[in-house]
T-cell receptor
Framework: GAVVSQHPSWVICKSGTSVKIECRSL??????MFWYRQFPKQSLMLMAT?????????EQGVEKDKFLINHASLTLSTLTVTSAHPEDSSFYIC???????????????????FGPGTRLTVT | QKEVEQDPGPLSVPEGAIVSLNCTYS??????FMWYRQYSRKGPELLMY????GNKEDGRFTAQVDKSSKYISLFIRDSQPSDSATYLC????????????FGDGTTLTVKP
């Protein structure tokens, strides 16, 4: 269980165009999804938190007009990189929150399951 | 200073060795501690998570949390070439609305 898919897995686009990346939770409903970017040999940098039915919450320094996030259903969130430039080339990874049984009795822990990532190259 | 510092590595060990991966942190509000494994060009996968201080064992993997020292570790026993990957520690303050803070990762290579 707890499978998250991303599409496409790899995309090349020309500078100035827009690219949409999809993130789907396949076997559970995710009210919250996260979008990260990761540069080579660096850790994940959280870009935004996507909540179903409401506006995304962006991290400081992330341009919300450039990285459009839509969380239209409990199983789908999309990230659109608008007017992409070569510096936007990166590995974009989404994750989805799912409730799991807590360690401390009945306490519910929300864990996040990651998608396989999308490699974006802007030429 | 980063909230989470992870030993940068890289680490290279022979097959069968015991591996120790470590992270320190500065935020005393962190209560949940996770270890992820990430293969090249793939998303991270959750290996283990623990709540508060203590140990947790799962097969060849043992996670330790020492909140008094703000220090967590992941031990891998009888390491295998298939364990070669980047390991990320992550921590969060709460369960419902929090977001995890990640370390930069340690790349491990297990040589046959």
């Amino acid at each position: 269980g707890a499978v998250v898919s991303q599409h496409p897995s790899w995309v090349i686009c020309k500078s100035g165009t827009s690219v949409k990346i999809e993130c789907r939770s396949l076997d559970f409903q995710a009210t919250t999804m996260f979008w990260y970017r990761q540069f080579p040999k660096q850790s994940l940098m959280l870009m935004a938190t996507s909540n179903e039915g409401s506006k995304a919450t962006y991290e400081q320094g992330v341009e919300k007009d450039k990285f459009l996030i839509n969380h239209a259903s409990l199983t789908l969130s999309t990230l659109t990189v608008t007017s992409a430039h070569p510096e936007d080339s990166s590995f974009y990874i989404c994750s989805a929150r799912a409730p799991t049984t807590g360690l401390a009795g009945a306490q519910i822990l929300y864990e996040q399951y990651f998608g396989p990532g999308t490699r974006l190259t802007v030429t | 200073q980063k909230e989470v510092e992870q030993d940068p590595g890289p680490l290279s060990v022979p097959e069968g060795a015991i591996v120790s991966l470590n992270c320190t942190y500065s935020n005393s509000a962190f209560q949940y501690f996770m270890w992820y494994r990430q293969y090249s060009r793939k998303g991270p996968e959750l290996l283990m998570y623990t709540y508060s201080s203590g140990n947790k064992e799962d097969g060849r993997f043992t996670a330790q949390v020492d909140k008094s020292s703000k220090y967590i570790s992941l031990f891998i026993r009888d390491s295998q070439p298939s364990d070669s990957a980047t390991y990320l520690c992550a921590m969060s303050e709460n369960t419902n609305a929090g977001k995890s803070t990640f370390g930069d990762g340690t790349t491990l290579t297990v040589k046959p």
